[in-house]
C-alpha cells in the first residue's frame, strides 16, 4: 500500500470519530416521520395487548425486539436490489462495534421488559408522560457520556418535562385502573421510571458508538446486532416462563378478538412498529445527537397521551392536562432554542450549500459547498 493510500485511510479514521456532518435533510425528515408512527403505533397495540386479554410479560418484550430480520432488507437491499451503493454490508464492523451492540443490546431487552411491566398495569397516557422523565437522564447521561453542553434551552426543557411528571405522580392516586391494586399500579409507576432512565443511558452510548459509523446502512448494521441480543434475551425469558405455549393459548382461548387478530395485530403488526420506532431512533441519534433524540421522543409522548384517550378513553382530567401543557411547552422551548441558535450560526459562518455523500468500495466521500468550520453535533448548536 503506497504512503499515499495509508495518509488517506489515517485522514478517513479521524473523519469518521468526529460528529457527523453528513445530514441530509430529506434522510432526517423520513427518519422523524417513521420515528413519528413507528411511537405512536407500538405504544397503542402494545396496549391492545393488555387491554383484550393478554397477560404475557415475556410476549410483550419478546415483540419489541423480535423484528430484527427486517433491518436486512435496509442493509442487503441497496447494494443487491436497487444496485445504489457499491458498499459491501458490514464493511469496517469491527469486533469494538460488535462487542458494544450486544452489551447495548442486552440492556435495550431489559429496558423493554421493564416498559412491559409498565405498559400492563398503566394507561397509555400516564405511562407516556411517567417516560418523559429520561429526557432528564438523557441530559445529565450525555453531559458525561458525550460531554453535551448543558444551555438554558435543554435544561429549561428538562425542568419542565420534570415538573410534568411530578405532578403526574401526585395526582396517579385517581387514575388507577378499575381493579388493580395500589400495590401493582406502583409497581407499573417505578417499572416505567426504570424503562425511561435505561433508554436515558442508551441514547448517549449509541451516540458514542456511533462517532465511529460513517453511513447510514452501518448504523442499521449496529441496530441489527442490538435487537438480536434484546431478543435473546427475551427469548430466554420466554423459554423459563413459557411464553411461547402462552402465545398459542392466548390466540386460542384467551384474546377476545380471536386468533386471527392476535397473531396480525398484537403481534406481527407490534413486531414490525416497534423495529420501525427503534431503527428510526438509531437513525435520530446518528444524524443528530442522543439529546435531540430524546427530545423528539418526548415531543412524541403528547401524541400519545391523546392517542390513549382517543383510543382507550383514558383519563384526562385536570392533572394530564397540565402536564401535557408542561411537556409541549418543553419541547417548544428547546425546539425555539434550537433554531435560534442554528440562526445564529449560520449568521456568523454562513450557510452551508449542500452535503453530497457517495459510497464506493466501503468508503465515503463527503462533499460540502462552502464550509468555513466542522459542523458541531446537533446539540451543541443549542
Not at 453511513?215 to 434484546?230: I, P
Not at 417548544?332 to 449560520?346: A, D, H, N, P
Amino acid at each position: 500500500m503506497s504512503d499515499g493510500r495509508v495518509n488517506a485511510d489515517q485522514q478517513q479514521q479521524e473523519n469518521m470519530v468526529k460528529p457527523p456532518v453528513k445530514r441530509s435533510h430529506t434522510l432526517l425528515i423520513v427518519t422523524y416521520v417513521c420515528l413519528f408512527v413507528g411511537s405512536i403505533a407500538s405504544s397503542l397495540l402494545a396496549k391492545y395487548y393488555f387491554v383484550h386479554g393478554g397477560s404475557s410479560r415475556w410476549v410483550s418484550t419478546w415483540v419489541q425486539s423480535a423484528g430484527f430480520p427486517l433491518l436486512l432488507t435496509l442493509i442487503y437491499f441497496p447494494r443487491y436490489v436497487f444496485k445504489t451503493t457499491t458498499r459491501r454490508p458490514f464493511t469496517r464492523f469491527t469486533r469494538r462495534h460488535l462487542i458494544f451492540s450486544v452489551l447495548i443490546g442486552f440492556v435495550l431487552g431489559f429496558n423493554n421488559f421493564l416498559f412491559s411491566w409498565g405498559t400492563s398495569y398503566l394507561p397509555v397516557s400516564t405511562s407516556s408522560l411517567l417516560l418523559s422523565t429520561q429526557l432528564v437522564f438523557t441530559l445529565i447521561l450525555s453531559a458525561i457520556i458525550v460531554k453535551q453542553k448543558i444551555n438554558f434551552s435543554n435544561l429549561n426543557c428538562v425542568v419542565l418535562l420534570t415538573l410534568s411528571s411530578v405532578l403526574l405522580a401526585l395526582g396517579s392516586s385517581r387514575d388507577k385502573p378499575a381493579g388493580l391494586t395500589k400495590t401493582k399500579y406502583y409497581i407499573g409507576f417505578v417499572s416505567t421510571i426504570g424503562a425511561g432512565l435505561l433508554f436515558a443511558l442508551y441514547l448517549p452510548v449509541t451516540e458514542k458508538l456511533y462517532r465511529s459509523v460513517y453511513c447510514y446502512a452501518m448504523v442499521m448494521e449496529v441496530q441489527l446486532v442490538m435487537e438480536f441480543a434484546a431478543t435473546v434475551f427475551a427469548t430466554i425469558g420466554m423459554v423459563f416462563d413459557g411464553g411461547f405455549r402462552e402465545m398459542v393459548k392466548e390466540a386460542n382461548h384467551v384474546f377476545t378478538k380471536g386468533p386471527t387478530v392476535y397473531w396480525t395485530v398484537a403481534i406481527f403488526a407490534n413486531v414490525v412498529t416497534w423495529q420501525l420506532c427503534f431503527a428510526a431512533t438509531s437513525g435520530i441519534v446518528y444524524l443528530t445527537s442522543g439529546i435531540t433524540g430524546g427530545i423528539c421522543m418526548t415531543a412524541l409522548l403528547a401524541m400519545n397521551v391523546i392517542g390513549g384517550v382517543v383510543v382507550y378513553g383514558d383519563e384526562f382530567g385536570g392533572v394530564k392536562i397540565v402536564s401535557t401543557v408542561l411537556c409541549i411547552w418543553g419541547f417548544s422551548s428547546y425546539i425555539y432554542g434550537m433554531y435560534m441558535k442554528m440562526k445564529k450560526e449560520e449568521k456568523e459562518k454562513g450557510e452551508y450549500s449542500g452535503v453530497k455523500t457517495t459510497e464506493d468500495g466501503g468508503e465515503m466521500e463527503v462533499e460540502m459547498g462552502k464550509v468555513k468550520d466542522d459542523v458541531a453535533a446537533a446539540d451543541d448548536r443549542v
